[in-house]
């Protein structure tokens, strides 16, 4: 009985402490825990923020400048090209297997009054290259622009090289000069070995003569049509974007006569043909909600997937197991006996195992967001090359609502 007595005397007296404390402290929660529950609301409140955004941009799409998605018809580059030299490399040109380069110096040599045979010599310090560059609109002439140069014989290497004056034209009219490029080729990386080993780094035979192309004549450009019209043209077609961009324009400018014409072209009826360069710089800078389409693209040679954020999946279940094969081999030495006739032999024994992985399930729920199908393929612990087999798969059996674009 005394043992007893003693017990709920002790628990009395804990319980005791225990009241007096909880009445010092008001009941209050401790400081450490009630920042950590503060914490967790916060995190809880940023994500619901993040999540409601997705789903407006999902819903609405993505606020952009008009000029971030499309251009007015005419105001468009073009590719200028032509064949050329670089000289000054260091033994790493063109070898006597491409005779183009020769007869290049020969012609070269002979225009200033050089007169050369060109199978009478070789060398091993040029290279025969094609020269392309970026003809922006609206180019007027003494502007300078960027060049690149790539080699089109067996050269090792452009490092160190300088391009001589080459004329530039186009596809359709080569021998009209619209710039010439020349100058020093960077290349970015370097080759160089020696007794059969050798050490490359990024493509050495592909180079850039930053500001090397001086511009000769420019593209006449059109940019206004008819009495007073100019298009709009989107870069990616889609009929939602297409007529948010024309409610903007029509509500900025009631003035103009604004048509979605289709996916791509919105036209712009404007007063009088000398507003064109005022009209386009305002409706540059107006914002629309850009739609995109659900889209996966795939790279099947690089391993390389990239997935919209408005991709969702339907309800499916993913079972994937990895076949594995291993195969080992060794040498077997046979030695024959001494003063046998017997010469010594080595075989090669293969062993061959293969196995297979138990499959990974996942039940993908409804209306599945790139989230989830990120946290999927997490848990899954696939591969690249997994993902894209799975990514197939859900695609053929119409659960993924996406395009699927292979590469």
């Not at 060794?330 to 992985?357: D, H, I, M, R, Y």
Request: charged share 15%; aromatic share 4%.
């Amino acid at each position: 009985m005394k043992t007893v007595a003693w017990k709920v005397l002790a628990v009395g007296l804990l319980l005791g402490v225990w009241g007096l404390a909880h009445a010092q402290t008001g009941g209050a929660v401790p400081e450490n825990e009630a920042a950590a529950i503060a914490q967790r609301k916060q995190q809880e409140e940023a994500q619901k923020r993040r999540e409601l955004a997705i789903r407006n941009a999902e819903t609405n799409g993505i606020p952009v400048e008009i000029a971030a998605i499309g251009g007015f018809r005419g105001a468009r580059s073009n590719t200028i090209l032509g064949y050329g030299l670089v000289v000054g490399l260091n033994g790493t040109g063109d070898s006597k297997q491409v005779p183009a380069t020769t007869t290049a110096l020969a012609n070269a040599l002979t225009r200033w009054g050089t007169l050369v045979d060109p199978t009478k010599f070789t060398a091993k310090n040029i290279a025969i290259v094609s020269v392309t560059a970026e003809l922006p609109p609206f180019a007027a002439p003494g502007r300078k622009i960027d060049i690149t140069v790539q080699s089109i014989g067996d050269a090792k290497s452009l490092e160190g090289g300088v391009l001589l004056p080459t004329p530039l034209g186009t596809m359709v009219d080569s021998t009209i000069a619209f710039a010439i490029a020349s100058g020093s080729v960077s290349i970015g990386g370097f080759n160089a070995g020696n007794s059969g080993s050798s050490v490359r780094m990024n493509h050495p035979t592909v180079g850039r003569v930053p500001n090397g192309g001086d511009i000769q004549r420019g593209v006449d450009t059109q940019f206004v049509f008819g009495e007073g019209v100019i298009y709009l043209d989107l870069d990616q077609p889609d009929f939602t974007t297409a007529q948010r961009v024309r409610d903007a324009i029509a509500k900025s400018f009631p003035s103009l006569g604004v048509t979605a014409i289709d996916a791509v072209t919105i036209a712009i009826q404007m007063p009088s043909p000398d507003l064109a360069v005022d009209v386009i710089s305002q409706v540059q800078k107006l914002e629309v909600f850009a739609n995109t389409e659900p889209t996966v693209i795939i790279n099947e040679r690089t391993g390389t997937i990239v997935v919209g954020g408005n991709v969702r999946l339907g309800p499916a279940l993913i079972a994937h197991g990895a076949l594995r094969v291993t195969i080992d081999s060794e040498f077997v030495t046979s030695q024959p006996l001494p003063l046998s006739q017997g010469s010594t032999t080595v075989t090669p024994v293969t062993q061959t195992n293969a196995g297979e992985a138990p499959p990974q399930v996942v039940v993908v729920a409804p209306n599945a967001t790139l989230d989830d199908l990120a946290k999927i393929f997490q848990a899954m612990d696939v591969s690249a090359r997994d993902i894209i087999a799975i990514i197939q798969a859900l695609s053929q059996q119409g659960a993924l609502k996406a395009r699927v674009k292979i590469q």
